[in-house]
């Protein structure tokens, strides 16, 4: 049974960090694109970051670049994300995704990041 177990949300001040985990098991996912996504009340859900398998640059949508880094640890099947200097418009259930195909992707279940200001 595939999973994806996200960890490490919570409450923060403007201005803090926090860093998500997303431990996969029930497979291994070396050649999935892994990526994070959140989605705020109201609105879509939309890609934060990602990162291949190859040694490829990873993809960061534009409202993050430079606060967020998303990091693999192949080795134990998870997936990170470090975010610095978060921002109240950073307040989002964010979800951690594994993608090889449309027919072959998995969520997890979110976890919840709320930033005060």
């Known amino acids: 049974q595939v999973q994806l177990v996200e960890s490490g949300g919570g409450l923060v001040q403007a201005g803090g960090s926090l860093r998500l985990s997303c431990a996969a098991s029930g497979r291994t996912f070396r050649s999935y694109v892994m990526g994070w996504f959140r989605q705020a009340p109201g609105k879509e859900r939309e890609l934060v970051a990602s990162k291949g398998w190859s040694g490829g640059s990873p993809y960061y949508a534009d409202s993050v670049k430079g606060r967020f880094a998303i990091s693999r640890d192949y080795a134990k099947n998870t997936v990170y994300l470090q975010m610095n200097s978060l921002k109240p418009e950073d307040t989002a259930v964010y979800y951690c995704?594994?993608?090889?195909?449309?027919?072959?992707?998995?969520w997890g279940q979110g976890t919840q990041v709320t930033v005060s200001s």
């Open positions: 995704n594994a993608r090889y195909s449309s027919m072959n992707e998995y």
